[in-house]
């Protein structure tokens, strides 16, 4: 394997300190300092690591540009380097100053015996006397040789070890806790294990060709890593016949190393990759089970880096190398979350201590958690009032609030007669005009009568066509309002003075223009310029004194042009009528400004029959598809109404809120529905989590209430202290099975369980007869008495002197009739050696 072209080590002593090694065989020695004002980034002699530190130059020394390999000495006297060179040498040098070197190490050089390429050198950690160096094949000679740099034999060039005849070494690693011991990779083909006390000899070996980069797990002796080319492997030397774990990267791996602060912690370079990748080794189970590798990818650097070293004592510090530079940098510990039941929030921090954030935290607020939202509604009962508008005030939102109002309205308009609707207590505006599909169209069912109505005060001849029938009437209701047959109006003055109240004159000028009441409109404007110091109330008023229905005026063309640039979109819809053609009103219709029930309410008055059918299926289409809660105006209670509410939850989570809607406003026909029953069983299951039990009690019957003729599932029976299952005939399905009445009301044998159903476990003795606790509970049912097939009744299986009973503290019992006989004459419990008083634990008895 080629070295890189630049290369970065950590000093193993100094956490300050760090070693590059480039293309010339150039050794630069740095020190880490904090980066101050003075520094500007064009100085040449620093290298800026990140915005708060720079690289110092130290010293600097040239070793030979054959260098193939280098190794820092495990001592921190001095910073001496060894080097192994293309023709096998060792030299060891220093970058620090001469005369620190007390050993006498520095100059000092180790030939083979015969010239070839050193491929790794590697100081003995624990015996720093020793270094080893790997070599390549000869076919007379020994590759891997032990020197001893302190007693080096003069005149000799033997080494005081060898092995590895007319092999290749690749990689080698020693072990730390075996300071005799190394691993090697030889040939291209196999891993040994070297044992250099007594006698050099081959302890153990595998074989592989993942031979390149060997390492010990610095937190496991055990453990090593090696890999070629796209393929990392983890080795066990307990089993060595296998790799206990096989990484497959997609490119090909340029150098793997293991972090020294993280346990099972590896970082890997891959070719061409702009990052460096993390695989993080989990141990999750036995020893038989593989380990699990999680993958993530740092960018430690802005350019694809060569190389990198891990800091041997700082957590999850790197210096990366590349071509533009060196990088200082930190790699964030990947976070477990924890989210409970109760919107609390948890991670672990620091390794040491966990970190939580609750719902009643004032930093937790500015989540805008809808869960939190949730559970505050539930416990002031939203959604259950019977009172449909009140619901709304809990909602805190405004899309809500008027949709409860509007359920309300809907509501009352059909129990008071005005809407005849049996069947749906909110229909909506289609279903009313009878367009809700298009054979209701074809057939002619809404015939609207055309009112030419003039204008009250311009003084003109010129009218505007307005459509009647009593469906639109009833329409106009659920929008809030109220047809008057003698002016043909729908905004009446109450309405108009009530907006005006509320400060909204643009909307109240706005009706004013759709009832034709031109200076009506003007002094609303003036009354609200002179109110809220409002300039542009005035400029409209102005503007709208000038208006005309000639359609080639100046006034109308500076309108056109004009209106886009108004922010109110109700004064937007003003100029948008006045200067409307051919009846199209497409500038109201559309203005999304506007709210939907106003927009419905124009075009309930001033489109024809065939245009308010394609508008109001346009905008049905819109809304579902946008989940505006305000398309209930549309569609009321139906199959439609399920699709807004879907696309609502989806975008919003409130599960609650579209649970709530569909008990209180659907048919019993609608709650059948798949996708309303899933919101009902997620909704009741967040109640059961937040243990809100009188919520979900009041919930579910508000839901029974919607359908009466339905009887409530079991809720409440006997699990098996086995297997957990229900014990119970009725929830096991006994029910189902149709058994003559006769049979089970006359025979003395009823019918007797002595172990659960399902696991077959032997039930609980009573503990007075000692008999397995074991007859049938539940209601069966069956055809009545009188063989009718169309009538059908409830028996009871078990009468209530053969149900089970016991004590919530020693969990002892029996029959019912046994247990109140006992505790009729005893208090302690009848199990013998139990001194359980259940009797008097029970608080109902006196």
């Given at each position: 394997m080629?070295?890189?072209?630049?290369?970065?080590?950590?000093?193993?002593?100094?956490?300050?300190?760090?070693?590059?090694?480039?293309?010339?065989?150039?050794?630069?020695?740095?020190?880490?300092?904090?980066?101050?004002?003075?520094?500007?980034?064009?100085?040449?002699?620093?290298?800026?690591?990140?915005?708060?530190?720079?690289?110092?130059?130290?010293?600097?020394?040239?070793i030979n540009n054959y260098a193939k390999c280098i190794d820092i000495y495990p001592q921190s006297e001095s910073d001496?380097?060894?080097?192994?060179?293309?023709?096998?040498?060792?030299?060891?040098?220093?970058?620090?100053?001469?005369?620190?070197?007390?050993?006498?190490?520095?100059?000092?050089?180790?030939?083979?015996?015969?010239?070839?390429?050193?491929?790794?050198?590697?100081?003995?950690?624990?015996?720093?006397h020793l270094i080893v160096s790997g070599l390549d094949k000869h076919s007379k000679e020994h590759s891997l040789l032990l020197w001893d740099?302190?007693?080096?034999?003069?005149?000799?060039?033997?080494?005081?070890?060898?092995?590895?005849?007319?092999?290749?070494?690749?990689?080698?690693?020693?072990?730390?806790?075996?300071?005799?011991?190394?691993?090697?990779?030889a040939n291209n083909k196999q891993?040994?294990?070297?044992?250099?006390?007594?006698?050099?000899?081959?302890?153990?070996?595998?074989?592989?060709?993942?031979?390149?980069?060997?390492?010990?797990?610095?937190?496991?002796?055990?453990?090593?890593?090696?890999?070629?080319?796209?393929?990392?492997?983890?080795?066990?030397?307990?089993?060595?016949?296998?790799?206990?774990?096989?990484?497959?990267?997609?490119?090909?791996?340029?150098?793997?190393?293991?972090?020294?602060?993280?346990?099972?912690?590896?970082?890997?370079?891959?070719?061409?990759?702009?990052?460096?990748?993390?695989?993080?080794?989990?141990?999750?189970?036995?020893?038989?089970?593989?380990?699990?590798?999680?993958?993530?990818?740092?960018?430690?650097?802005?350019?694809?880096?060569?190389?990198f070293s891990w800091h041997p004592t700082d957590q999850n510090r790197l210096l990366a190398i590349s071509l533009q530079g060196i990088t200082d940098y930190t790699v964030c510990e990947r976070i477990t979350l924890n989210y409970s039941a109760k919107s609390c929030l948890m991670w672990n921090y620091a390794f040491k201590s966990f970190k939580y954030v609750r719902s009643e935290d004032s930093v937790y607020k500015e989540f805008d958690d809808i869960s939190v939202l949730t559970k505050r509604r539930a416990m002031f009962e939203y959604g259950?009032?019977?009172?449909?508008?009140?619901?709304?005030?809990?909602?805190?939102?405004?899309?809500?609030?008027?949709?409860?109002?509007?359920?309300?309205?809907?509501?009352?308009?059909?129990?008071?007669?005005?809407?005849?609707?049996?069947?749906?207590?909110?229909?909506?505006?289609?279903?009313?005009?009878?367009?809700?599909?298009q054979q209701n169209m074809s057939n002619g069912l809404l015939k609207s009568e055309v009112i030419h109505r003039p204008w009250a005060d311009i003084g003109s001849s010129h009218t505007i066509k307005i459509y009647r029938s009593p469906d639109r009437e009833k329409s106009l209701l659920l929008c809030g309002l109220r047809f008057d047959k003698e002016t043909n109006t729908a905004y009446d003055n109450t309405?108009?003075?009530?907006?005006?109240?509320?400060?909204?004159?643009?909307?109240?000028?706005?009706?004013?223009?759709?009832?034709?009441?031109?200076?009506?409109?003007?002094?609303?404007?003036?009354?609200?310029?002179?109110?809220?110091?409002?300039?542009?109330?005035?400029?409209?008023?102005?503007?709208?004194?000038?208006?005309?229905?000639?359609?080639?005026?100046?006034?109308?063309?500076?309108?056109?042009?004009?209106?886009?640039?108004?922010?109110?979109?109700?004064?937007?819809?003003?100029?948008?009528?006045?200067?409307?053609?051919?009846?199209?009103?497409e500038s109201i219709l559309n203005e999304n400004g506007m709210a939907v029930k106003d927009r419905v309410a124009f075009a309930l008055i001033f489109l024809s029959d065939n245009k308010l059918y394609e508008y109001l299926k346009k905008l049905t289409q819109k809304l579902i598809e946008q989940g505006d809660l305000a398309g209930f105006l549309i569609t009321g209670a139906s199959m439609e109404s399920i699709q807004l509410l879907s696309k609502y939850l989806e975008i919003t989570s409130d599960v609650q809120s579209c649970?709530?809607?569909?008990?209180?406003?659907?048919?019993?026909?609608?709650?059948?529905?798949?996708?309303?029953?899933?919101?009902?069983?997620?909704?009741?299951?967040?109640?059961?989590?937040?243990?809100?039990?009188?919520?979900?009690?009041?919930?579910?019957?508000?839901?029974?209430?919607?359908?009466?003729?339905?009887?409530?599932?079991?809720?409440?029976?006997?699990?098996?202290?086995?297997?957990?299952?229900?014990?119970?005939?009725?929830?096991?399905?006994?029910?189902?099975?149709?058994?003559p009445f006769n049979r089970l009301g006359s025979t003395p044998n009823k019918l007797k369980m002595t172990a659960c159903p399902n696991c077959r476990k032997p039930l609980p003795r009573c503990a007075i007869c000692l008999m397995h606790i074991g007859t049938v509970s539940g209601l069966q049912t069956a055809p009545s008495p009188g063989n009718t097939r169309n009538e059908e009744c409830d028996i009871q299986l078990t009468e209530f002197n053969s149900w089970f009973t016991w004590c919530l503290t020693c969990k002892h019992g029996g029959h019912s009739d046994h247990i109140t006989q006992w505790f009729r004459q005893h208090t302690e419990c009848p199990v013998t050696s139990c001194s359980c008083r259940c009797s008097s634990l029970d608080a109902a008895v006196t």
């Open positions: 080629s070295r890189p072209k630049v290369d970065v080590l950590w000093s193993p002593f100094h956490s300050d300190r760090f070693i590059t090694w480039d293309s010339d065989a150039v050794l630069n020695l740095y020190e880490i300092v904090a980066r101050d004002s003075s520094v500007r980034d064009s100085d040449q002699i620093y290298l800026q690591l990140s915005e708060n530190s720079i690289a110092e130059p130290v010293a600097s020394v040239t001496i380097v060894a080097s192994g060179h293309a023709n096998g040498k060792i030299v060891l040098s220093t970058l620090g100053p001469p005369e620190f070197d007390y050993q006498g190490l520095v100059g000092k050089e180790f030939f083979p015996k015969y010239m070839r390429s050193c491929n790794v050198v590697a100081w003995n950690p624990a015996d720093t740099v302190l007693h080096y034999p003069k005149g000799s060039e033997r080494p005081i070890a060898e092995v590895g005849l007319s092999e290749t070494i690749h990689s080698a690693s020693w072990f730390k806790h075996d300071p005799r011991c190394l691993v090697l990779g891993l040994k294990i070297i044992d250099f006390r007594d006698s050099v000899k081959v302890v153990n070996m595998t074989p592989t060709k993942a031979v390149y980069n060997l390492s010990i797990n610095p937190h496991n002796n055990y453990q090593l890593l090696s890999h070629v080319d796209n393929l990392i492997t983890l080795w066990d030397t307990r089993c060595f016949e296998k790799p206990i774990v096989t990484v497959v990267p997609q490119r090909q791996i340029t150098k793997v190393l293991w972090c020294p602060t993280r346990r099972n912690l590896i970082g890997a370079l891959q070719k061409d990759s702009v990052g460096l990748h993390l695989f993080d080794i989990q141990y999750c189970g036995g020893e038989d089970t593989e380990p699990g590798v999680l993958e993530r990818v740092v960018l430690p650097s802005w350019h694809s880096p060569l190389s259950l009032l019977a009172d449909l508008a009140q619901n709304g005030d809990i909602a805190e939102n405004e899309a809500l609030k008027s949709l409860w109002q509007w359920l309300y309205l809907s509501r009352s308009l059909v129990e008071e007669g005005t809407i005849h609707s049996p069947d749906n207590k909110h229909p909506g505006i289609r279903t009313v005009v009878k367009l809700d599909t309405y108009l003075e009530k907006l005006e109240k509320e400060g909204a004159y643009a909307k109240a000028a706005t009706f004013a223009v759709f009832n034709l009441c031109l200076r009506q409109a003007i002094d609303i404007l003036n009354r609200g310029a002179n109110k809220k110091q409002m300039a542009i109330l005035n400029m409209v008023a102005m503007a709208l004194s000038g208006f005309s229905e000639e359609r080639t005026t100046l006034w109308r063309e500076s309108c056109q042009k004009s209106r886009s640039q108004l922010s109110d979109p109700y004064l937007r819809a003003t100029f948008g009528f006045l200067t409307t053609d051919n009846d199209s009103y649970t709530l809607i569909a008990i209180r406003a659907f048919t019993p026909k609608l709650l059948q529905e798949n996708q309303v029953q899933v919101w009902i069983s997620n909704y009741r299951h967040l109640l059961n989590a937040w243990k809100l039990w009188f919520e979900r009690a009041r919930f579910d019957i508000v839901m029974r209430s919607s359908t009466p003729h339905e009887k409530p599932p079991q809720q409440i029976y006997v699990s098996c202290n086995f297997c957990g299952k229900s014990i119970s005939a009725f929830m096991q399905g006994l029910s189902r099975t149709r058994v």
